[in-house]
């Protein structure tokens, strides 16, 4: 592995961010896409387009404010693939 920086965050760095029932896991850099993690109970027809769009804009709000400015680089937000997975609960 490289060394960077301090102030530098490796770019497959693994991240995750959770809003209410949604876990969001992805690299620091978004490439390969965002998993989406759900309880296996709900279906991601259930969650709403509304809804899904705020947890969306959380994630990018939250990704940009604390990871964004610790990469070296970043090829940007439109192109971001999400992919739903069903997680058993703990």
């Known amino acids: ?4 920086p301090t102030r530098f965050m490796a770019p497959d760095t693994p991240i995750e961010h959770i809003s209410g029932m949604l ?3 992805a690299q620091a850099n978004l490439m390969g896409g965002v998993i989406v993690e759900i309880p296996e ?17 959380e ?4 990704h940009r404010g ?5 990469l070296n680089g970043f090829s940007g937000y ?5 992919k739903f997975v069903q997680v058993a609960d703990d």
């Open 1 to 4: 592995m490289r060394n960077f």
């Open 23 to 25: 876990v969001f896991k």
């Open 41 to 57: 109970w709900m279906e991601p027809e259930e969650i709403g387009l509304e809804s899904f769009g705020m947890a969306v804009a």
């Open 59 to 62: 994630f990018i709000a939250w």
């Open 66 to 70: 604390n990871i964004w400015n610790q």
């Open 78 to 82: 439109d192109r971001i693939q999400f």
